[in-house]
Every structure is written in structure tokens, then in C-alpha cells.
């Protein structure tokens, strides 16, 4: 698991707009990550991030997205959000006709410093269903 703590430094990569399941510094206590495309599928859940705070506490906006292309009626699809090995949030519906999920409301946190923070995608989809999320985050 990548430590994001020191200014200025780039975890994901020496491209800190690129994807990576990390965050990247952006300098002046503000950090930035983008997931690229993550496939769950059948129970089998996505990575999306992976990565441990940095030495003060952040706060968080995370936004997710997923293509519904290829998700049949009635399977479900959503993600959690785990900190040090529990669960702190998530969500998962069935998907209906009435009832898509194109993105999900932005979600905010606040992570504690040093903290393992996992965040995955998941679906009951027999297909690939491929989900983004970006997060942007500013040390407190």
C-alpha cells in the first residue's frame, strides 16, 4: 500500500495527472487521484483505490461513475469505502429501468492520518462493467 505523505512527490507515478490507484500530491497539502477504468464483475470487485493517508487528516470529495452499457435488468452494481479493514460506507442497488445509476451523488469524507483507506466497485453482472472515480482531497 503506497504512504501519500511527502510534499510534493507524485505516489501514482512521475505523472501526477495519470491514473493509479494512489493520490498524487499537488502540492501545498492537496491531493488528487483519478482511477481509470476499473471492471467488477460477477461478485468479483475492482480496485479502484488503494492507498494510505498522508500525515495529517484530509478531507475528502469523491466522485464515481460507471457505463451501464453492458448491465443487465435487474443486477446489482455499487461500491465500499473501507478504512484500516472496516467498512465506513458504500452502496449497492438493483439496477431497473427506473432505477440507473450513469454516476453516484459525490461522496465527502474525512480520513484520519495514516489511515489504509481501500475503495472498490462491484457488481453481480456476469459482464465486465467498467466504473471511474476521481478523488480530490485537502489536508485539515
Do not use: H
Amino acid at each position: 500500500m503506497a504512504l501519500i505523505a511527502g510534499a510534493g512527490n507524485p505516489v501514482g507515478g512521475s505523472n501526477p495527472s495519470g491514473t493509479s490507484s494512489t493520490l498524487a500530491s499537488m502540492g501545498n497539502g492537496y491531493w488528487a487521484g483519478w482511477s481509470g477504468e476499473v471492471n467488477a464483475i460477477n461478485g468479483t470487485d475492482g480496485t479502484l483505490f488503494n492507498f494510505m493517508s498522508p500525515s495529517a487528516a484530509i478531507d475528502v470529495t469523491l466522485s464515481l461513475q460507471v457505463d451501464q452499457t453492458n448491465l443487465s435488468g435487474g443486477e446489482s452494481l455499487g461500491y465500499e469505502i473501507t478504512m484500516n479493514g472496516q467498512i465506513v460506507g458504500g452502496f449497492l442497488a438493483v439496477v431497473t429501468a427506473a432505477n440507473t445509476f450513469l454516476d453516484f451523488d459525490v461522496i465527502y469524507l474525512i480520513i484520519p492520518a495514516f489511515s489504509e483507506v481501500e475503495i472498490t466497485c462491484t457488481t453481480s453482472d456476469g459482464q465486465n462493467i467498467p466504473f471511474t472515480a476521481l478523488i480530490r482531497a485537502q489536508e485539515i
